[in-house]
């Protein structure tokens, strides 16, 4: 594609990575060459890229495709999930995950960014309900800046979780930001 | 009306109203210095061929990127001083500092040259300042900006050697100068300051005239404020056969990246009668922002071209 058709969002092929545009400036010298720099996100590495191109440059695009699969388990260093549609299975490895591990239960639906046939980003529901399996019984001392105590949940992360909660609680939490937002029910 | 455009049109009212303040402060200044306001077609059937300004086209003919062929047809026949406000329209020309449908503010002396419009240049924008209410300092984005006269001139030759370690009249490299303008030039001009660059490499002359006794410097200057590109002046070219030469080497790059190009006949044809003569192009839009201390350009126009 012409470098001028590119814009935020875009997704481009540059030797052989695909990369995510995040940002494109503009800037031109009244009788000279349109530069075009862009802030690129390496989607495999989440590395960020700038570069610069001029009028005239061409680009690669390519397409990204978004699949609704489930959790199912984790098997030695990969979570494997299964399509919705198709049921076929796919592996992520756990440095894909990251962090995200620690909110992902058997069955929780997700949606996973392939390109070329392979996994390369997963979203998670805005939103996860969790069983609490291991909290302090209460909190000695407490005061209005400590209101929280640690929470170990089924999944094996550890979150700040208010004094009232108990062993065998499930709660709800943000998945972006790993913090508890209220309790949903208990054993 | 949605909500959205209303509640926008609405926060930028004080800029279009100080907007339509700074186009009457324009024409009294130019009325007042005798000049004639022209007022040419927006729709031609050529523009001149620059490799980098490319046009729309409308049913084989193309929507004007800039004012000047018409301009200068006056001059060559016979109008001294003329001054004009108008929409160009330029292809792809979109971002902070760009909109592809802009206001250019273009005037033109006959029996002067580039020294002479680059003094108009700073005696506007300080009228302007003036009409504002700002003294000879103006307010931008959290700086002060000293208007004062005479602004800071800069050569070419020198800053490039400076600051981007090259000169660009020897083995001119046209995208190397392009990149170095916007990345290692640009960022040290003073922020505190107007800058005049003056007398560019003859591949950058455009339609500017070379100086006399046959060097490569082009009589070409570019007005900065703020690191905005705000005016480019040139002591006009009246050489027919050397326009000549020119266009038809822009054409020919043009040609090869697959870019329309109509011969404008009539304007090379009126350079034979050309008087020497100065000319500018200023971008009132990047003006007004500067005068109203706002950082993008659709600050300053109800419906940029992404808004339509």
Same mark, same amino acid.
């Given at each position: 594609m012409n470098i001028e058709e590119v814009s935020k969002n875009t997704k481009l092929l540059i030797d052989n990575t695909p990369f995510s545009v995040e940002t494109v400036e503009f800037v031109k010298p009244g009788k000279g060459r349109a530069i075009y720099k862009f802030r690129l996100?390496?989607?495999?590495?989440?590395n960020v890229l700038d570069i610069t191109y001029h009028s005239g440059d061409k680009v690669e695009e390519t397409s990204i495709t978004l699949h609704e699969m489930q959790y199912l388990f984790q098997e030695n260093d990969n979570y494997i999930f299964m399509?919705? &549609?198709?049921?076929e299975q796919t592996p992520m490895t756990k440095t894909q995950i990251g962090e995200k591990g620690g909110f992902l239960k058997e069955g929780t639906p997700v949606v996973i960014m392939m390109w070329e046939g392979r996994p390369i980003d997963i979203q998670l529901p805005k939103t996860v309900e969790l069983k609490v399996l291991e909290t302090e019984a209460s909190l000695k001392g407490a005061t209005i800046t400590a209101q929280m105590k640690e929470g170990k949940l089924e999944t094996g992360v550890k979150i700040g979780v208010p004094a009232f909660i108990k062993d065998g609680d499930v709660i709800k939490v943000d998945?972006?930001?790993?913090t508890y937002i209220e309790r949903v029910g208990s054993k | 009306m949605a909500l959205e455009e209303s509640s926008r049109l609405q926060n930028i009212k004080d800029k279009l109203e100080y907007r339509a303040k700074i186009m009457d402060g324009i024409r009294a200044f130019f009325n007042s210095e005798g000049f004639l306001e022209i007022d040419t077609p927006l729709r031609v059937p050529a523009v001149a061929p620059e490799q980098f300004i490319h046009p729309y086209t409308s049913e084989g003919w193309f929507l004007s990127t800039s004012p000047e062929l018409q301009m200068k047809r006056l001059l060559s026949a016979g109008y001294q001083r003329i001054f004009q406000v108008c929409h160009c329209f330029r292809r792809d020309e979109h971002g902070r500092h760009h909109n592809p449908e802009f206001t250019m503010l273009e005037w033109y002396r006959a029996g002067a040259d580039y020294r002479r419009i680059i003094s108009d240049t700073e005696n506007l924008v300080l009228s302007l300042a003036a009409k504002q209410g700002y003294g000879n300092v103006l307010p931008y984005q959290g700086k002060s900006i000293?208007?004062?006269?005479p602004w800071p001139r800069l050569n070419v030759r020198q800053v490039y050697l400076e600051w981007a370690g090259w000169d660009p009249f020897i083995d001119f490299d046209g995208q190397r100068f392009d990149d170095d303008l916007v990345d290692k030039i640009i960022p040290r001009f003073p922020d505190d300051r107007p800058v005049v660059i003056l007398d560019y490499p003859r591949e950058c002359a455009a339609l500017a005239r070379l100086k006399?006794?046959?060097?490569?410097?082009?009589e070409r200057a570019e007005v900065f404020i703020a690191g905005l590109e705000i005016a480019n002046g040139y &002591?006009?070219?009246?050489?027919p056969l050397e326009q000549e030469k020119r266009f038809r080497s822009e054409m020919a790059e043009m040609l090869k990246n697959g870019l329309p190009t109509v011969w404008p006949e009539k304007f090379i044809e009126a350079v034979k009668t050309l008087p020497e003569c100065t000319g500018i192009a200023l971008g009132v839009d990047r003006l007004v922002m500067l005068l109203t201390d706002s950082p993008r350009i659709d600050d300053v126009i109800a419906f940029p071209s992404d808004r339509l």
């Amino acid at each position: 594609m012409n470098i001028e058709e590119v814009s935020k969002n875009t997704k481009l092929l540059i030797d052989n990575t695909p990369f995510s545009v995040e940002t494109v400036e503009f800037v031109k010298p009244g009788k000279g060459r349109a530069i075009y720099k862009f802030r690129l996100r390496n989607l495999f590495s989440g590395n960020v890229l700038d570069i610069t191109y001029h009028s005239g440059d061409k680009v690669e695009e390519t397409s990204i495709t978004l699949h609704e699969m489930q959790y199912l388990f984790q098997e030695n260093d990969n979570y494997i999930f299964m399509d919705s &549609s198709t049921f076929e299975q796919t592996p992520m490895t756990k440095t894909q995950i990251g962090e995200k591990g620690g909110f992902l239960k058997e069955g929780t639906p997700v949606v996973i960014m392939m390109w070329e046939g392979r996994p390369i980003d997963i979203q998670l529901p805005k939103t996860v309900e969790l069983k609490v399996l291991e909290t302090e019984a209460s909190l000695k001392g407490a005061t209005i800046t400590a209101q929280m105590k640690e929470g170990k949940l089924e999944t094996g992360v550890k979150i700040g979780v208010p004094a009232f909660i108990k062993d065998g609680d499930v709660i709800k939490v943000d998945t972006r930001s790993g913090t508890y937002i209220e309790r949903v029910g208990s054993k | 009306m949605a909500l959205e455009e209303s509640s926008r049109l609405q926060n930028i009212k004080d800029k279009l109203e100080y907007r339509a303040k700074i186009m009457d402060g324009i024409r009294a200044f130019f009325n007042s210095e005798g000049f004639l306001e022209i007022d040419t077609p927006l729709r031609v059937p050529a523009v001149a061929p620059e490799q980098f300004i490319h046009p729309y086209t409308s049913e084989g003919w193309f929507l004007s990127t800039s004012p000047e062929l018409q301009m200068k047809r006056l001059l060559s026949a016979g109008y001294q001083r003329i001054f004009q406000v108008c929409h160009c329209f330029r292809r792809d020309e979109h971002g902070r500092h760009h909109n592809p449908e802009f206001t250019m503010l273009e005037w033109y002396r006959a029996g002067a040259d580039y020294r002479r419009i680059i003094s108009d240049t700073e005696n506007l924008v300080l009228s302007l300042a003036a009409k504002q209410g700002y003294g000879n300092v103006l307010p931008y984005q959290g700086k002060s900006i000293d208007l004062s006269l005479p602004w800071p001139r800069l050569n070419v030759r020198q800053v490039y050697l400076e600051w981007a370690g090259w000169d660009p009249f020897i083995d001119f490299d046209g995208q190397r100068f392009d990149d170095d303008l916007v990345d290692k030039i640009i960022p040290r001009f003073p922020d505190d300051r107007p800058v005049v660059i003056l007398d560019y490499p003859r591949e950058c002359a455009a339609l500017a005239r070379l100086k006399p006794g046959g060097t490569p410097v082009a009589e070409r200057a570019e007005v900065f404020i703020a690191g905005l590109e705000i005016a480019n002046g040139y &002591s006009e070219l009246t050489d027919p056969l050397e326009q000549e030469k020119r266009f038809r080497s822009e054409m020919a790059e043009m040609l090869k990246n697959g870019l329309p190009t109509v011969w404008p006949e009539k304007f090379i044809e009126a350079v034979k009668t050309l008087p020497e003569c100065t000319g500018i192009a200023l971008g009132v839009d990047r003006l007004v922002m500067l005068l109203t201390d706002s950082p993008r350009i659709d600050d300053v126009i109800a419906f940029p071209s992404d808004r339509l």
